[in-house]
């Protein structure tokens, strides 16, 4: 079993910025794509951003393109998900994935990930 443990989410303004933080555990790390997925109330889990395992390609949904930005600290095990320019409609309880996916497109599907975190609450007020 792998671990994921987020943290970063709170309370901001709109404008605002956080930096969300992924921490795995063991020694896998570098052998799975990592995902960025949220979850607003009443709603379903939708794709933010992912990394791949392999090349280090980030992907991002187009609500977010230009304003989040996806990294990895390797030695760390530590993948992040910088977000800028917070509006409202990001707000959502944030969750970091892990998963095996082969083939172009699968990052974004939240069945094709194996192991997730337990969330973190991002709050963007008005």
């Known amino acids: 079993q792998v671990q994921l443990v987020e943290s970063g989410g709170g309370l901001v303004h709109t404008g605002g910025s956080l930096r969300l933080s992924c921490a795995a555990s063991?020694?896998?790390?570098?052998?799975?794509?990592m995902g960025w997925f949220r979850q607003a109330p009443g709603k379903e889990r939708d794709f933010v951003s992912a990394i791949r395992r392999s090349g280090g390609t980030t992907l991002y949904a187009d609500s977010v393109k230009g304003r989040f930005t996806t990294s990895k600290d390797s030695p760390k095990n530590t993948v992040y998900l910088q977000m800028n320019s917070l509006k409202p409609e990001d707000t959502a309880v944030y969750y970091c994935a892990a998963g095996r996916m082969y083939g172009s497109g699968l990052e974004k599907e939240v069945n094709e990930y194996d192991y997730w975190g337990q969330g973190t609450q991002v709050t963007v007020s008005s």
């Open positions: 063991g020694r896998t790390f570098s052998a799975y794509t």
